[in-house]
T-cell receptor
Framework: GQNIDQPTEMTATEGAIVQINCTYQ??????LFWYQQHAGEAPTFLSY????GLEEKGRFSSFLSRSKGYSYLLLKELQMKDSASYLC??????????FGRGTSLIVHP | DAGVTQSPTHLIKTRGQQVTLRCSPK?????VSWYQQALGQGPQFIFQ???????QRGNFPDRFSGHQFPNYSSELNVNALLLGDSALYLC???????????FGQGTRLTVV
């Protein structure tokens, strides 16, 4: 089976940088996704990592270490609209994606 | 491009009834997955369809079944509804072999 752990809630200030961590245990590994989900809306794709290292996309970056079973999502220059739930999802050997419970990020002025 | 569309957006059913939810994938996408998302939880994978066949299945009972049509649209059927089936049901589509899945807005099912 798979186990994914991420913090339940984080708060940060507008303009700051925040790092959301995700640790996982899985049988086999075929990639890790980060999704953003605003309340009452569908999840939207942010990033996909399958190899170790940092992937940068604008204000968002995602890092993966397969040996440590660890990933993080880095959000820079935070804006109020970044307040949302951030979902970490791992695709294991069975190719079935498993989502974490999500991290609720609250950005305040 | 309309993206992934789901219907209905909201639904209220009585315990023991049956429900059918519908999903039209994004144009060019042939692989459709269904997820159940309880309040405050991440989405849980139900199953995935490709070429009109169920290809992968998560840990859900046989009360949950599905279908994919030749135009790639899909249905999720749930029989003998339980109160615990109340959740947001999400459909996601992608091209076969693609990594980025696009989600629909979901169907909010309430079982009373």
């Amino acid at each position: 089976g798979q186990n994914i752990d991420q913090p339940t809630e984080m708060t940060a200030t507008e303009g700051a940088i925040v790092q959301i961590n995700c640790t996982y245990q899985t049988s086999g590994f075929n990639g890790l996704f980060w999704y953003q989900q605003h309340a009452g809306e569908a999840p939207t794709f942010l990033s996909y990592n399958v190899l170790d290292g940092l992937e940068e996309k604008g204000r968002f970056s995602s890092f993966l270490s397969r040996s440590k079973g660890y990933s993080y999502l880095l959000l820079k220059e935070l804006q109020m609209k970044d307040s949302a739930s951030y979902l970490c999802a791992v695709v294991g050997g069975s190719y079935i994606p498993t989502f974490g419970r999500g991290t609720s990020l609250i950005v305040h002025p | 491009d309309a993206g992934v569309t789901q219907s209905p957006t909201h639904l209220i059913k009585t315990r023991g009834q049956q429900v059918t939810l519908r999903c039209s994938p994004k144009s060019g996408h042939d692989t459709v997955s269904w997820y159940q998302q309880a309040l405050g939880q991440g989405p849980q994978f139900i199953f995935q369809y490709y070429e009109e066949e169920e290809r992968q299945r998560g840990n859900f009972p046989d009360r949950f079944s599905g279908h994919q049509f030749p135009n790639y649209s899909s249905e999720l059927n749930v029989n003998a509804l339980l109160l615990g089936d109340s959740a947001l049901y999400l459909c996601a589509s992608r091209p076969y072999g693609g990594t980025e899945a696009f989600f629909g807005q979901g169907t909010r099912l309430t079982v009373v």
